[in-house]
Each structure stands twice: as C-alpha cells, then as structure tokens.
C-alpha cells in the first residue's frame, strides 16, 4: 500500500510479511554488501542475492522524480527512507525502484521484538562468541555438542532461533523459542536471539539455504554450529510426532552406585529402539556431567543441580515425542519428583528403582567407589556417609540382585505398554545399543 506523507508529499509504501523482514535485515546488515535495493538482475556479481523493491506506478513516479521514498510498516509508522538512484517500469503498473537506504526508527512489530537479531552480534572484549543455529526444536545431542565446544572455546553461547515470516498472531517460533530459552538457562553466558528469514527456513531451493548461510554468517560470531539443516529430517526419514499426534516418555532409573540401573538402561534402550517407532536417547553415566555439568562437583548442592539438568533435558526429549532413558543415582526424592513434573508437562513419566542392596553394591564394586567412600577418601558417597532417599512413588521396583537383565527390560516395557507379551530376545545385544548416548553420573 502507498501514499503521501510530509509538506513535500514524499510517497509512501507499506511492507508486510516477508518484504518487512528483509527490509530490517538490509537495515541492520545482515544482507551485506546489499544495503538497499537493486534492479532486477543488476546487483553487483558480489552479491549473493538480488533485493528487489516494486511500488505501484503512481508511488514509483512520485519517488523518481522526488528521488526519496518512506518505507513503513502495516500500520503506517515509518521505519526507513529509500534515496532512489535507479528505477524500471514493468507490467502491470509496477515500478522497481533502487537506491540505499537509511534506518528512520526501529521496527516494533511482535513476535518476540526483544530477542530479534537484525544486526552483527556484538562483540565483548575479552570474550568470544558461539552461535548454535536451531530452525527445529533442539536435541539433547545438539545441546552436549553445544555446551561443550563453548567451554573447549571459552566462549559465550548465542542460541538463534531460525524460522520465516511470521503470519501476525500465528507465531510458529514460539515453542522453539520457549525450548532455548530453558537451554540457556541452564548454561552460563548464554543467551537467546530470533532470526527472521524473508524466505521459508525449509524452502528446499539451493537459494534460500544461500541465502541463510549468507546471513548467519554476517552474524559475525567466532564460532558457528548450524543444526538448522540437520534439524530438517530427509525424504522418507523418521519424522518426530507432530503436536497432538502422540505424547513422549521420560524412563527414569535410579539406585545405588553398582545397583545395575546403567546396565538395565543400556539394554531398555536397545530394546525401544527395536520397538517404540519413535526416536529414543539414552542418557546415563559421566559423559554428559563432563560435557554438561563439568564445574559441579558432588556435594548436594551440584548433585540436585546435575539431576535438574538430567530431568530438563529428558523433558525435552519427550517433549518433541521421543523417549529419554536416564539411569542417575538420583538419590533425593524432591529432585525426582522436580524431574517428574518437567517430563509431565510435555508427556509422561516412569520412575523405576533398582532397589539391588547395598551389599551387592558393594560386591560389585567394580571402580572401587565404595572401598574409597568406606576408607574416608571419597567424601559424601551415596549409601555410605550421604543417604539415598528410597522413592515410595516408583513406578517399577527391580532388585537387579535376584533379577536378570532380561527379566527386568520386560518388566519396564510391561508397565510402558500394558498387555504386551514379551520378546526374549529382544535384549541380546544390550552392551552395543545404537544411537545416542549421552551420559550423566550421581
């Protein structure tokens, strides 16, 4: 839409939709070299692209040969001036007009106005900066490999969200929005950005993965992780369930050091992935509180943070419909039950103890833990000299001391699918379950 403004009649013309996203990328840099708008087919060979701008005829005439333009938003509130240098007539009454622009004030037209990235990211003396690029909700891999190459980098992580246009009152970001921004509140000097693309992030032409490249990497981060491809399954591949087509499930094993759990896990995951139909995350052992959690250490304190972190990742496996197999020594009941309702919101929760006694525990002390923790030398060790809090809201008991491995995988699928027969062979090849296997430790 087009019109008049000020006492020397400069023309008008409204953005919308795509045209207004690109138009504050221009502004901000994110299309440089462009920083306006060409004719067709007559940007620079440097370019990676072609911004083009056309305006009804009567708007165009009045802009050539006043040579100044105002751009506005749908509601009229002028965000930039066009000084014309060039413009082409084409057919149905269009005129294409090219020229620099100037920023005249900042757009404010939602979604999420204060985290959109419309310009380089800043740069702190001192400090560099990590950019993890999520155009789909994010996976708990995603988010290991994410936190650990900040730390290997010592650098602070800018989580962006990447999406299209966004229709008003239909913001699809939102969700993936809500999930990095729980990321980032889980790692320290994170932060959370929106990137607004003129095309749709999933456009399967060559030009707009480009065109996406181009503009992340005008971000001007040290270092980029770019999952928004990765995070687009290929034709014919497994795709998550979609909102409302089914809800994910969060398996929590604890017990004691040497219970069993991490073995009763590793078996439960390769037996889902056999037979669940959706995607399935095992997450137990140190890896992940290396990766994760590596500045806690074993004191209450980090230990209730550590399971936090278990439980918030978990959730956000079930939350994009898969399943999470955590197998922690998780021993207080409050952290639990935090876990319990972070899975509950998105899906559901199964809480299995492995209740194996603390003498065979003891009996397989394979790391020699226990030996450590009864000789003094391995302070507030679980079931020595810090208590387990025994869960009276277990879903499954399991006594790995008297049950085989195999015996309890069905117990668990049992209660996971009621009326299932089950499989015995089913768990054969436990020790070299597939997929991923993120780990976390007490």
């Not at 009649?9 to 060409?38: F, R, S």
């Not at 701008?53 to 802009?63: D, I, N, Q, R």
Request: aromatic share 4%.
């Amino acid at each position: 839409m087009s019109s008049w403004i000020g006492a020397d009649q400069i023309p008008v013309h409204a953005l919308a939709g795509p045209a207004l996203d690109e138009l504050e990328l221009l502004l901000g840099g994110l299309l440089a070299p462009a920083h306006g708008y060409a004719l067709p087919n007559g940007a620079p060979g440097s370019r990676t692209d072609v911004f083009t701008l056309a305006v009804p005829s009567s708007t165009g005439e009045k802009a050539r040969t006043g040579g100044l333009l105002f751009l506005t938003d749908p509601d009229g509130t002028p965000l930039a001036r066009l000084t014309v240098t060039a413009s082409l007539h084409a057919p149905r009454a269009v005129i294409y007009l090219a020229g620099e622009l100037a920023a005249v004030r900042p757009a404010e037209h939602p979604p999420a106005r204060e985290l959109r990235l419309t310009g380089p990211l800043p740069k702190l003396e001192g400090r560099r900066t990590l950019l993890a690029a999520f155009s789909a909700q994010p996976e708990a891999a995603q988010m290991a490999m994410t936190a650990a190459t900040a730390r290997r980098e010592n650098a602070d992580i800018c989580f962006v969200a990447v999406c299209g246009s966004q229709p008003h009152g239909r913001y699809s970001v939102t969700a993936l929005l809500n999930s990095l921004e729980q990321c980032a509140a889980q790692l320290p000097d994170a932060s959370v950005g929106l990137l607004i693309m003129p095309a749709p992030v999933d456009a399967p032409d060559r030009q707009g993965r480009r065109l996406r490249n181009h503009v992340l990497a005008n971000l001007n981060a040290d270092l980029t992780l770019d999952f928004t491809e990765l995070n687009e399954p290929p034709k014919g591949s497994h795709k998550l369930p979609s909102e409302g087509s089914g809800q994910g499930t969060v398996v929590f094993l604890t017990g004691l050091s040497g219970s069993g759990k991490s073995t009763i896990a590793r078996a439960l995951t390769a037996h889902l992935q056999e037979r669940a139909g959706r995607p399935v995350t095992l997450l137990d052992g140190d890896d992940v509180r290396r990766l994760l959690s590596s500045g806690l250490g074993f004191s209450m304190d980090d230990r209730e943070t550590n399971i936090r972190r278990v439980g918030w990742v978990a959730s956000l496996i079930a939350g994009s419909g898969g399943i999470a197999v955590c197998a922690p020594i998780a021993p207080f009941d409050a952290t639990r039950r935090e876990a319990r309702a972070m899975a509950e919101k998105v899906g559901t929760f199964l809480l299995v103890h492995v209740s194996t006694p603390l003498q065979i525990c003891e009996q397989r002390d394979r790391k020699g833990l226990y030996a450590r923790a009864r000789a003094g030398s391995l302070p507030d060790f679980t079931g020595i000299d810090s208590p387990y809090e025994v869960p009276e809201d277990a879903d499954v008991v399991i006594d790995a001391g008297c049950t085989s491995v195999q015996q309890a995988v069905e117990q668990i699928w049992a209660e996971m699918n009621p009326g299932a027969l089950p499989e015995p062979d089913a768990v054969e090849a436990w020790g070299v379950a597939p997929g991923l296997h993120l780990s976390m430790a007490r």
